[in-house]
């Protein structure tokens, strides 16, 4: 299957400073690409669609102000958590979608942890 | 609006046993049906898809499922189950045309599954 990647796996940051998180799909280009965020136990809970070029549309609840996403190109788009706050801690996931093979490929996920 | 449904959070099975994990949808037109394994701290791996066809698929790691559109369901299978398998499971259901690049996936609440030795 194609390769999506994230960067960084985990990140560990203080209350009030931003953290970007990358996502890159390696062997295909994608148009479109998902943010998800999943609490412990939990599903994955769509947060905004990135498409190239365009802004992205947020889900119901999902500030957009507080989570800036970027998808300057074909292959990268990244989500940015602004003044992050204890509550903001989650596993972030990303997909991109293959056109082609008609599929979302997932990204390893980003851990976040805010003191 | 399509939903999923995964009736079943928790699953423990023997290695060597067989497996079924239920998945049951909710959308008028013709899904798109998805089944994906996280392991902890992963993301998702993507174990199989049906979008039209024959409804008997087969996926990666010797998994199958099965399309019944007269029950709504997409049942994960596997007839023999490795310790290797414990993970947890997500059904999804994607709207049957593919616009734009890419198409919201809507998940399910997800299958614990344990293996026993």
């Known amino acids: 299957g194609a390769v999506v990647s994230q960067h960084p796996s985990w990140v560990i940051c203080k209350s009030g400073t931003s953290v970007k998180i990358e996502c890159r799909s390696l062997?295909?280009?994608?148009?479109?690409m998902f943010w998800y965020r999943q609490f412990p136990k939990q599903s994955l809970m769509l947060m905004a669609t990135?498409?190239?070029?365009?802004?992205?549309?947020?889900e119901q609840g999902v500030e957009k102000d507080k989570f800036l996403i970027n998808h300057a190109s074909l292959t990268l788009s990244t989500l940015t958590v602004t003044s992050a706050h204890p509550e903001d801690s989650s596993f972030y996931i990303c997909?991109?979608?293959?056109?082609?093979?008609?599929?979302?490929?997932f990204g390893p996920g980003t851990r976040l942890l805010v003191l | 609006a399509q939903s999923v449904t995964q009736p079943d959070i928790h699953i423990t099975v023997s290695e060597g046993a067989s497996l079924e994990l239920r998945c049951n949808y909710s959308?008028?037109?013709?899904?798109?049906l998805f089944w994906y394994v996280q392991s902890p701290g992963q993301g998702l791996q993507l174990l199989l898809k049906?979008?039209?066809?024959?409804?008997l698929v087969q996926g990666i790691k010797g998994f199958e499922a099965e399309f019944k559109r007269s029950q709504s369901s997409f049942n994960l299978r596997k007839p023999s189950v490795h310790w290797s398998d414990a993970a947890e499971y997500f059904c999804?259901?994607?709207?049957?045309?593919?616009?734009?690049?890419?198409?919201?996936?809507?998940f399910g609440t997800g299958t614990q599954l344990k293996v026993e030795l």
């Open positions: 997909s991109a979608a293959d056109r082609k093979r008609e599929t979302q490929y």
């Open positions: 062997d295909f280009q994608a148009t479109t």
């Open positions: 990135s498409n190239e070029g365009s802004k992205a549309t947020y």
């Open positions: 959308y008028g037109a013709t899904p798109y």
């Open positions: 049906y979008f039209s066809g024959d409804t």
């Open positions: 999804a259901v994607a709207s049957a045309l593919f616009t734009g690049g890419g198409n919201k996936l809507t």
